[in-house]
């Protein structure tokens, strides 16, 4: 069946319907996937995806020449240890002293399947740190797959948008909700998913104050490393470095994942830091689950053994390859993701030329930078009539209220649209505008 846009509402419903799906506000990036998927097939014609932050540019050539390598000499035929090679982390020690200034032991540095495993071992060994039942701190809005995470789990969490906590209203927040709710960790992304708010030096410096203070492991997701295009990051010794809360406690796991930074997103392969001296704290807790109670040796030969054994064998090779390059000045991986601040400002500039707004538009004082993500809204929709419509018009994305905001409207993502499609926007958008004109 093919039909024009916009789409007819019945067809929107049935499909809504067929997945048990009554407000869009609830369904998961991968619903809405499906969704897109099945009102393209419906429709004829390639929607505009804007709902799943899966890169869209090339994988450098050098990590996938040094993976099709090492599964040419027959690295598949074996298990990688569960630390990860060695040679990877001696370059992940490299790495993280080269773009985020600190120093760390490459026996902190341990491979996972994504950042999305990394973060739940995280959490695990957070709330299994003290025998009674806990909490963890969602700082919104955020990745709605970590709570997830947490439900699956059986673990309690509670959460904030920090759009209005932001500077000096932000420490009494954390004491407040750490206090109120036993928190045992704080987990947040920066820059943000979904907003692009970036925290600053004064906000990390409060947030790892507290956690040390209030003893709170701090689980910093910096899925989008160096993607902060406002700053000069990425060039290896030189500052401005990656902003983060390890300079400011010794209370955290720093988690880098590749498939922004080097597009390498299909083999699911990330970096967990760990801060050296929680690498070696002993938590008493821990003994009768593990037998053991080292921190970093149940964070790897526990909990991380027990989910995966490790990450994928020649995945690691690459991502070897790809850190050497980057700290040898041979891969230039900031150049590489620019990409997306253009997106992003063509992007921008079409929405807002047919009345579309940013509620999330501030970064403290200054505008929200351009980069991966950005909010959007129009006229007075709530974040479900907004995506219905949209969806209608062959646009899809996820709403804001999935993701803990307490602003209406949607997440769009930059990584799936490239030129052709961003010439298509303005003429779905023109339709939308006239079916939606705004009072």
């Not at 995470?149 to 906590?165: E, K, R």
């Not at 040796?297 to 020649?314: D, E, F, K, W």
């Not at 499609?421 to 006239?434: H, P, S, Y």
Request: aromatic share 10%; hydrophobic share 40%.
């Amino acid at each position: 069946m093919n039909c024009q846009f916009p789409i007819e509402r019945g067809v929107l419903d049935s499909v809504l319907l067929e997945k048990s799906i009554s407000n869009l506000d609830n369904a998961s990036i991968r619903d809405i996937v499906d969704i897109a998927d099945q009102m393209q097939d419906i429709s004829g014609v390639d929607f505009i995806r804007m709902e799943i932050g899966s890169p869209g540019l090339p994988s450098p050539e050098i990590g996938v020449k040094a993976q099709q390598d090492a599964l040419a000499k027959g690295v598949s035929m074996q298990y990688a240890s569960v630390h990860s090679i060695p040679q990877l982390k001696q370059e992940a020690s490299r790495f993280i002293r080269s773009f985020v200034g600190i120093d760390v032991p490459p026996s902190s540095c341990v491979t996972s399947v994504g950042s999305m495993q990394g973060g739940m071992v995280s959490i695990i060994a957070a709330m299994q740190a003290k025998p009674n039942p806990g909490t963890i701190l969602f700082i919104d809005p955020g990745f709605a797959v970590q709570k997830l995470q947490c439900s699956v789990l059986g673990y309690n969490y509670v959460s904030f948008d920090v759009y209005q906590h932001r500077a000096n209203k932000l420490e009494a927040k954390l004491r407040q909700l750490i206090v109120e709710n036993d928190v045992r960790a704080i987990l947040y992304s920066n820059p943000n998913n979904p907003t692009w708010m970036c925290l600053t030096e004064q906000e990390l410096k409060v947030i790892g104050t507290v956690a040390t203070e209030l003893d709170v492991l701090v689980i910093e997701d910096l899925a989008y490393f160096c993607m902060d295009f406002r700053l000069k990051l990425g060039t290896p010794m030189e500052q401005p470095y990656q902003p983060t809360v390890a300079r400011y406690t010794d209370n955290y796991v720093m988690h880098i994942s590749a498939s922004k930074t080097f597009s390498y997103a299909g083999e699911r392969i990330s970096l967990a830091v760990i801060s050296p001296k929680l690498y070696n704290k002993e938590v008493e807790n821990y003994r009768h689950i593990y037998n053991n109670t080292k921190f970093g040796t149940v964070y790897i030969n526990g909990i991380l053994y027990a989910l995966s054994s490790g990450c994928s064998h020649s995945a690691q090779y690459a991502l070897w390859a790809m850190f050497k390059a980057a700290n040898d000045k041979m891969l230039d991986f900031r150049q590489n993701i620019l990409e997306y601040g253009e997106r992003a400002r063509k992007l921008k500039k079409i929405f807002l030329a047919h009345g579309f707004y940013i509620p999330y538009e501030f970064d403290g004082d200054n505008q929200i930078a351009d980069g991966f993500f950005f909010t959007l809204n129009y006229g007075d929709m709530n974040s479900h009539q907004l995506l219905y419509n949209l969806l209608r018009h062959g646009v899809s994305a996820v709403t804001l209220l999935s993701t803990g905001a307490e602003l209406s409207g949607i997440r769009a993502c930059t990584a799936m649209t490239p030129d052709n499609m961003i010439d298509k926007l303005n003429d779905r958008l023109a339709l939308f505008t006239k079916e939606f004109p705004l009072k």
